[in-house]
């Protein structure tokens, strides 16, 4: 996280992993939001992975319109070497520094910004610039419970770099269209709640699975899929986008578990852990100088999301920026 940044972003917390709320997130009256190549997964209403249109002058994919890589994990297994440990394997009672004198059931929020007094893990997971590779770098710096190397529920960089790299055996890919609906306002918005998938008979409430079984990016045919729960709980989302800086942008987001934004290869928003949704919210005009933006010019935005424990998911993302996708070179 860059020096001076939080005291621009605001921050909402909830508790566990996932918000079993309906509805937006956001409640503050604002606008709403296959194998490697060959699967895509449908969002919302008209999305293909090998959607047409253009932008709004005629050339290029519309703005908003997104491509998202998301790596499906099976649960980890002690027994089983294709499972990673950082999914659905969160810290047990003996784990903790108190050595478990009482139960806790999370959450496991994890950056060195407080969410949750007394109940955080105050180290980042990720460090506060992208690598050259474009991708979130590991904090090899952190440790947990005197275990070097590692946090309460990340268990290394070798396991965390499998998050968003295809890994044989470890991972699948699909591909699937994320659309963000552009309102009168110039906002663009994708949410969960509203384009997503119901939780439940019982919990009607729509939450963010775009890998389950039975869709068309479910990962059952690979071996992996929902493992006998209701949804498939365990999977990364990696997003590369560009935008051209007007000076006037916000980027709001609302999920969990994992969230990591950089704005020209600069984190601005780091939500660690295993939790329930949190928001975040950026305001670009604050941040230029600090991120080098100068208006005119175009930069990077890179998403990157881990889903890695039950009962719920949810993303929503709301922006000004005009996001087109980029390809990570």
């Known amino acids: 996280m860059l020096a001076g940044v939080a005291g621009v972003l605001s921050m909402v917390a909830a508790y566990a992993c996932g918000d079993s709320a309906k509805g937006s997130k956001f409640d503050d009256g604002s606008a709403d939001g296959g194998r490697s190549g060959s699967s895509s997964g449908d969002l ?4 293909s992975v090998d959607g047409g249109g253009g932008d709004e002058t005629g050339g290029g994919p519309p703005v908003g319109t997104l491509e998202a890589i998301i790596r499906d994990f099976k649960r980890y297994d ?3 070497a294709k499972t990673n440990p950082d999914f ?3 810290p047990s009672d003996a784990e903790r520094p108190d050595g478990g004198a009482l139960p806790y059931y999370g959450p496991w929020t994890e950056a060195t910004e407080a969410y949750y007094p007394g109940a955080d893990y105050a180290i980042d997971i990720v460090l506060p610039t992208l690598g050259a590779d474009g991708k979130p770098q590991y904090n090899t710096a952190a440790s947990f419970n005197g275990i070097p190397g590692r946090t309460a529920t990340t268990h290394g960089r070798t396991f965390f770099d499998q998050w968003y790299r295809d890994t044989p055996g470890v991972n699948v890919v699909r591909k ?3 659309t963000l609906t552009k309102d009168a306002n110039g906002v663009y918005s994708y ?3 509203v384009s997503g998938v119901p939780l439940s008979a019982a919990n009607p409430s729509k939450n963010f699975f775009p890998i389950d079984d039975g869709t068309p990016a479910s990962t059952a045919a690979d071996g992996f899929g929902n493992q006998g729960e209701a949804h498939n709980y365990h999977f990364t989302v990696e997003l590369h986008t560009k935008f051209r ?3 006037v942008e916000t980027f709001k987001f609302s999920g969990d578990d994992d969230v990591f934004v950089f704005i020209n290869k600069q984190l601005v928003i780091n939500i660690g852990g295993i939790h329930s949704a949190l928001t975040r919210e950026v305001n670009l005009p604050a941040l230029a100088s600090a991120l080098g933006l100068v208006v005119g010019e175009e930069y ?3 998403f990157f999301q ?5 009962e719920e998911s949810n993303l929503r993302i709301e922006t000004t920026i005009e996001l087109r996708p980029d390809v990570v070179k």
């Open 88 to 90: 659905e394997n969160v």
């Open 245 to 247: 800086y007007r000076g």
């Open 300 to 302: 990077p935005l890179d």
């Open 78 to 80: 002690v027994n089983d």
């Open 306 to 310: 881990a889903e890695r424990h039950v």
């Open 176 to 178: 699937v269209l994320i």
């Open 44 to 47: 919302g209403p008209g999305n």
């Open 191 to 193: 949410d969960s709640a």
